[in-house]
């Protein structure tokens, strides 16, 4: 499940970011270039996805 959020994570950012695990079920994303709120805003969203993420299924609620 913690790889598949990676991947998850990973594919929200831009190329240029790094998407860590830093321990645990924690996730480190680094944003070269953006300024506080756009990280902020980034992790809302990010963290809006968790509630749809389950251990048999990825549901990417992001997607319209």
Known sequence: V?????HL???????NDTVARIG???F???LPEVAREGGI???EKLRAMM???TANK???KTKN
């Open 2 to 6: 913690l790889r598949r959020i990676g």
């Open 9 to 15: 994570v990973q594919a929200k950012v831009r190329t």
């Open 24 to 26: 645990g079920e924690e």
């Open 28 to 30: 480190a994303v680094l």
């Open 41 to 43: 805003t980034l992790a």
């Open 51 to 53: 509630p749809w993420i």
């Open 58 to 60: 990825i549901i990417d």
